[in-house]
């Protein structure tokens, strides 16, 4: 069976979406002649059975800076100097602009960049004990590519690298303009060194293609597990429960469009406020608490931090409605939220928000797993029909059909290994 290493920082048990691809590629590749090595950072925890999994050290630039000037790594420099961020992470006060600054150069060219000595270390003395035929690195963070670049320079060995999300090109560059170009020259040097390039949406493959029109870009979708979590789903809730698991980010995925209609639905009353419940499992945000607040939603809007992912699972499963919620950029059209796999896993129907529908859009009609509302008037009408089918039959039916099985880490794993065949076959 020939070898794969496989660098990914995020990998389980470390939290986060990102963790999942990887994971399905780990787990699947072998069954296609594959066997891979998981190159990774130090995990909090065991990682999957069966699966070989190479931990180096790993520094972490932001805590050991924090430390370093008196602060506590626990909570962030904005808090602990009383600085203001307003929703979308963008600095409000002058204070909180030089911080942010000072951020972008200390963590160019991301926050991660701690792990790239011990990683290259790792997988050099790898390299040399061992015959791999191939490399890929996944990202984010970049740094995976700029390790698997140096590697790729080193041995000689093939390298493929996967884009879940783009680089350089990224709907929200968090950047002044000197580090966006100089943010986009490093991809393009780094990038020039790999074989062959991959990403999970047809949009994101057009536009990688503009900045790297040399190279081949093939497009392999996420997926979900089909063949894990196979325990018997949880009861339903008893009331009209809506979950969203995962992220925000700062507020880019806004949920205003749903508070503003269920608020409108109760003033109406078309909904019973009893009934209804809007569950939030992520990161903790401020501004949430303040846009529930807003909204006059405080009895109905719960934010419960993050959960491990397994709970995350079940909190789906049991729910009537689970939420999705893009940018507000066009850039958005072309990202599929990684959660809309895991959503089509737990059988329940889908509601997507946002102003850009996008594939999100696409998929939901390809698979009949739930309705996309791009403003208040739609959610409002989306909300109703499902609410009145849970007042009737006292839950919401999953109406999804067989094309979600298109979408499954087996499927992601087999396109991968023919592109790892074509490869060190050319």
Avoid at 35 to 41: E, H, V, W, Y
Wanted: with cysteine.
């Amino acid at each position: 069976m020939k070898k794969v290493l496989i660098v990914a920082y995020s990998f389980p048990p470390r939290s986060g979406i990102g963790s999942q691809r990887p994971h399905g590629l780990a787990k699947y590749l072998p069954r296609y002649g594959w066997a891979p090595i998981i190159l990774t950072a130090k995990l909090p925890g065991k990682p999957p059975e069966g699966i070989r999994v190479i931990e180096t050290d790993y520094k972490d630039i932001t805590k050991n800076l924090k430390s370093g000037i008196g602060l506590s790594t626990e909570h962030s420099v904005h808090e602990q100097l009383g600085t203001i961020v307003s929703k979308g992470n963008n600095p409000v006060t002058w204070k909180s602009k030089v911080i942010k600054y000072c951020k972008e150069i200390i963590l160019f060219p991301d926050n991660k960049r701690g792990w790239y000595r011990y990683a290259i270390d790792s997988a050099s003395q790898l390299l040399k004990t061992e015959d791999i035929s191939a490399i890929i690195s996944t990202s984010p963070p970049a740094i995976s590519h700029i390790i698997a670049s140096k590697l790729r320079r080193k041995s000689g060995v093939k390298w493929v690298a996967d884009f879940r999300d783009p680089w350089s090109q990224k709907a929200v560059a968090d950047r002044s303009a000197i580090l966006k170009y100089f943010d986009k020259l490093l991809e393009i040097i780094t990038i020039s060194t790999a074989d062959q390039l991959v990403s999970v949406t047809q949009p994101y493959v057009d536009k990688i293609k503009e900045l790297h029109a040399n190279k081949t870009v093939h497009c392999i979708t996420n997926g979900y597990d089909d063949e894990s979590f196979q325990e018997d789903s949880p009861e339903l809730t008893g009331k009209f429960t809506i979950t969203h698991t995962g992220t925000l980010y700062n507020g880019r995925r806004d949920p205003s469009i749903l508070f503003a209609a269920v608020n409108e639905l109760i003033k109406e009353n078309k909904i019973n406020k009893d009934l209804i419940d809007i569950r939030f499992y992520g990161s903790e945000e401020d501004w949430l608490v303040r846009e529930i607040k807003r909204c006059e939603l405080g009895e109905v809007v719960k934010s419960y931090g993050r959960i491990p992912f397994e709970e995350a699972l079940i909190k789906q499963k049991e729910s009537q409605l689970l939420l999705v919620i893009r940018w507000d950029n066009t850039f958005e059209t072309g990202n599929m939220p990684a959660k809309i796999y895991e959503y089509m896993h737990a059988k329940r129907p889908v509601i997507g928000i946002g102003n850009h529908g996008g594939i999100v859009n696409d998929i939901l009609k390809e698979t009949n797993a739930g309705k996309f509302a791009e403003n208040r008037a739609e959610m409002k009408n989306h909300l109703m029909e499902y609410y009145n089918e849970f007042l009737k039959h006292g839950k919401v039916n999953c109406q999804s059909n067989s094309n979600i099985k298109n979408y499954t880490h087996n499927i992601m794993a087999k396109k991968y290994a023919e592109v790892l065949n074509n490869l060190i076959a050319s």
